[in-house]
């Protein structure tokens, strides 16, 4: 499928998809939003990918959402549009997906590199929510992803003064798996996408499935999913792959079955 303000990239077993807006830093309007949700679809669905990787490039993840269009929108426009709900197929995204941040990432950027499962910053990186200059307020998750992580005095800062952090500072945080050189960051994001996609695709999803389920879920519901999950696993053919090349010292083959 073509796209006009992404760039979708499949090396298989991984595939990148670029956000593609330079001349506005990458803002995330509808049709953005929209080109994002149909390629993670599209991905979702190929086999030969098994781990993806999220980018605005070597500049600039994203500075939000865009700013032009939101001007002259109504609480009934927001409503009917509903343009942060649709960020739900990257949130649910099943296979691995790494950010690879560069430059800012504000706004919904940042909601957006918060809904990855890792995210590796260049150290030029700055992430942060400045709706509240805008006399909005984070309206694509980062009230709540950002206290999950960073807990709530860490993220009151960041909500309330506006002011972005630092690469280093979110990986003390915890925000940021990785600081690499600017220069590095896609490359970094690529070559952690192959080693996971390297693994047995079922455990990984099963993984990331029971991780996400810690913050939704009490203890007791999130062991059980987990628990489950570890049974299952018993009955795929990479379980008796993973064991038996253990012990033959040799390295697994997966087949995601
Ligand atoms: N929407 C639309 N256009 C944007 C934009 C945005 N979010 N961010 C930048 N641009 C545009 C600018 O208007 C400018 O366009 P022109 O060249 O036509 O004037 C171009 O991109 C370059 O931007 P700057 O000249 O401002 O670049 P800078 O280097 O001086 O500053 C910046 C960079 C600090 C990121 C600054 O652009 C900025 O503050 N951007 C807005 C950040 C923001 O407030 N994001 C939150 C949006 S709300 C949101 O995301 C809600 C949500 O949770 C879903």
Same mark, same amino acid.
């Given at each position: 499928? /073509?796209?006009?303000?992404?760039?979708?990239?499949?090396?298989?077993?991984?595939?990148?998809?670029?956000?593609?807006?330079?001349?506005?830093?990458?803002?995330?309007?509808?049709?953005?939003? =929209?080109?994002?949700?149909?390629?993670?679809?599209?991905?979702?669905?190929?086999?030969?990918?098994?781990?993806?990787?999220?980018? %605005? %490039?070597?500049?600039?993840?994203?500075?939000?959402?865009?700013?032009?269009?939101?001007?002259?929108?109504?609480?009934?426009?927001?409503?009917?549009?509903?343009?942060?709900?649709?960020?739900?197929?990257?949130?649910?995204?099943?296979?691995?997906?790494?950010?690879?941040?560069? =430059?800012?990432?504000?706004?919904? =950027?940042?909601?957006?590199?918060?809904?990855?499962?890792?995210?590796?910053?260049?150290?030029?990186?700055?992430?942060?929510?400045?709706?509240?200059?805008?006399?909005?307020?984070? %309206?694509?998750? /980062?009230?709540?992803?950002?206290?999950?992580?960073?807990?709530?005095?860490?993220?009151?800062?960041?909500?309330?003064?506006?002011?972005?952090?630092?690469?280093?500072?979110?990986?003390?945080?915890?925000?940021?798996?990785?600081?690499?050189?600017?220069?590095?960051?896609?490359?970094?994001?690529?070559?952690?996408?192959?080693?996971?996609?390297?693994?047995?695709?079922?455990?990984?999803?099963?993984?990331?499935?029971?991780?996400?389920?810690?913050?939704?879920?009490?203890?007791?519901? %999130?062991?059980?999913?987990?628990?489950?999950?570890?049974?299952?696993?018993?009955?795929?053919?990479?379980?008796?792959?993973?064991?038996?090349?253990?012990?033959?010292?040799?390295?697994?083959?997966?087949?995601?079955?």
């Amino acid at each position: 499928m /073509g796209y006009e303000h992404i760039l979708v990239e499949i090396e298989p077993p991984i595939a990148t998809v670029t956000l593609n807006r330079p001349k506005v830093l990458n803002a995330l309007s509808p049709a953005v939003i =929209g080109e994002v949700a149909a390629a993670l679809g599209e991905l979702e669905a190929d086999d030969s990918v098994r781990a993806a990787v999220l980018t %605005g %490039g070597p500049k600039v993840f994203a500075a939000g959402a865009d700013i032009q269009d939101m001007a002259k929108q109504t609480a009934v426009d927001q409503l009917l549009r509903d343009q942060t709900g649709r960020w739900a197929p990257l949130a649910g995204f099943k296979k691995p997906l790494i950010a690879a941040v560069n =430059g800012y990432a504000l706004g919904g =950027g940042c909601e957006v590199a918060l809904m990855c499962d890792l995210i590796v910053a260049g150290d030029t990186a700055r992430l942060g929510q400045p709706e509240v200059n805008l006399g909005i307020i984070p %309206g694509a998750g /980062g009230t709540q992803r950002w206290p999950r992580t960073a807990g709530k005095h860490v993220a009151m800062e960041v909500m309330l003064t506006g002011a972005p952090v630092t690469a280093q500072r979110a990986y003390e945080l915890g925000i940021v798996n990785k600081v690499v050189p600017a220069e590095m960051t896609i490359e970094v994001a690529k070559r952690i996408a192959r080693e996971l996609a390297a693994k047995p695709p079922l455990a990984v999803r099963l993984a990331k499935e029971a991780v996400l389920k810690a913050f939704e879920a009490p203890l007791s519901e %999130g062991l059980a999913v987990e628990r489950k999950s570890f049974y299952f696993l018993f009955a795929t053919e990479d379980q008796k792959e993973g064991m038996h090349a253990f012990l033959e010292k040799r390295k697994g083959v997966f087949k995601g079955r």
